[in-house]
């Protein structure tokens, strides 16, 4: 049997239910071969962030670590290098900031090791990998300020919202997912991708997303201006934090509740 959903999150139930033969929904070219071969029964599963608790809320507001999350896979959507190359210079004036990448994968990974490696980038941007979810939980709620996503395409992100449930503002890309979920300056902050609108509206999506690409110094002045309004910005942050919980708490209804124990024992 093969799985084709979100790989966000999902190693650890893949690993505790021995599941075999995964195809995370990112490899599109292996899951189009296996959806058209009617010998496979393929299950799509989409990542809910109910996973994280209501009850969870982070009650207090504690001083600023400096600290950034993304999560995501290494994936030309995410567009992970696009971060790495703008922290490399927020971190200029702001020495003491730092970004954990929580995820793995194939697409660019190899550049960005040699591009923390060839600028000495360890102590500022720290490569994670996978972690097991209650681990991250409790990581995000004691040690990061703001999650960031720089995403070129996206639906309703998981991250976010799992980010939000812990009172975590997101400084996101304002593509048309995060716009529904993030309103800047209430909830999160939002950067501009130069020409996204145009480039949504009249190409397929991967040619869209590499035209947005070419256009990356103008995205990462963008980007930084942002990250710039944070620096010791308490204030913001318990605003745009108190925000986040406000925002859950008002479409915590529409937050489906998915028992992953159910679903994959059903599958297996």
């Given at each position: 049997?093969?799985?084709?959903?979100?790989?966000?999150?999902?190693?650890?139930?893949?690993?505790?239910?021995?599941?075999?033969?995964?195809?995370?929904?990112?490899?599109?070219?292996?899951?189009?071969?296996?959806?058209?071969?009617?010998?496979?029964?393929?299950?799509?599963?989409?990542?809910?962030?109910?996973?994280?608790?209501?009850?969870?809320?982070?009650?207090?507001?504690?001083?600023?670590?400096?600290?950034?999350?993304?999560?995501?896979?290494?994936?030309?959507?995410?567009?992970?290098?696009?971060?790495?190359?703008?922290?490399?210079?927020?971190?200029?004036?702001?020495?003491?900031?730092?970004?954990?990448?929580?995820?793995?994968?194939?697409?660019?990974?190899?550049?960005?090791?040699?591009?923390?490696?060839?600028?000495?980038?360890?102590?500022?941007?720290?490569?994670?990998?996978?972690?097991?979810?209650?681990?991250?939980?409790?990581?995000?709620?004691?040690?990061?300020?703001?999650?960031?996503?720089?995403?070129?395409?996206?639906?309703?992100?998981?991250?976010?919202?799992?980010?939000?449930?812990?009172?975590?503002?997101?400084?996101?890309?304002?593509?048309?997912?995060?716009?529904?979920?993030?309103?800047?300056?209430?909830?999160?902050?939002?950067?501009?991708?130069?020409?996204?609108?145009?480039?949504?509206?009249?190409?397929?999506?991967?040619?869209?997303?590499?035209?947005?690409?070419?256009?990356?110094?103008?995205?990462?002045?963008?980007?930084?201006?942002?990250?710039?309004?944070?620096?010791?910005?308490?204030?913001?942050?318990?605003?745009?934090?108190?925000?986040?919980?406000?925002?859950?708490?008002?479409?915590?209804?529409?937050?489906?509740?998915?028992?992953y124990n159910k679903i994959f024992e059903s599958i297996i």
């Amino acid at each position: 049997m093969f799985i084709a959903g979100s790989s966000s999150h999902m190693n650890e139930y893949i690993e505790k239910y021995n599941i075999k033969n995964i195809i995370i929904k990112g490899e599109s070219v292996i899951v189009n071969k296996i959806l058209n071969d009617k010998n496979f029964r393929v299950t799509s599963i989409m990542y809910k962030s109910s996973i994280f608790k209501l009850k969870e809320y982070r009650k207090s507001f504690r001083r600023l670590h400096n600290n950034f999350i993304m999560i995501c896979r290494f994936d030309l959507a995410k567009n992970i290098m696009f971060a790495v190359k703008s922290f490399s210079i927020f971190i200029k004036s702001n020495p003491n900031h730092k970004l954990y990448i929580v995820g793995d994968g194939v697409y660019q990974k190899t550049e960005i090791i040699n591009f923390i490696n060839n600028f000495k980038l360890h102590n500022n941007i720290i490569l994670m990998g996978w972690l097991p979810h209650n681990y991250l939980f409790s990581f995000i709620k004691d040690n990061i300020d703001y999650n960031i996503s720089t995403s070129i395409t996206e639906g309703i992100q998981g991250t976010i919202l799992e980010t939000m449930i812990c009172g975590i503002p997101t400084i996101c890309s304002n593509i048309m997912g995060n716009r529904k979920i993030i309103l800047n300056n209430i909830n999160g902050l939002s950067f501009e991708l130069y020409k996204y609108d145009d480039c949504i509206n009249n190409y397929d999506s991967t040619k869209a997303q590499l035209e947005i690409m070419k256009h990356m110094d103008k995205n990462i002045q963008n980007f930084i201006n942002v990250l710039n309004l944070t620096v010791n910005n308490e204030i913001l942050y318990k605003r745009l934090s108190e925000g986040c919980i406000e925002f859950i708490n008002k479409n915590k209804s529409d937050i489906e509740n998915i028992n992953y124990n159910k679903i994959f024992e059903s599958i297996i």
